[in-house]
């Protein structure tokens, strides 16, 4: 799905037009990504408002 998400924007770059081209594509986000996203492993640290460093030494 991503190589033909891909192609489709370089056949617009390759005839560019004059006015701005919105190309419709046939592909779809399943209806339940949500879903499927939320039941992924998060292993990221925990994100903080100010900047942290690695005071490792």
Known sequence: MQ???????LRLVEHPQDQP?????????PSDWRAT???LKDDRTPRHDTPQYDIRT
């Open 3 to 9: 190589r033909e998400v891909v192609e489709a924007a």
């Open 21 to 29: 081209v919105i190309e419709p594509l046939p592909q779809q986000w």
């Open 37 to 39: 996203a939320r039941k």
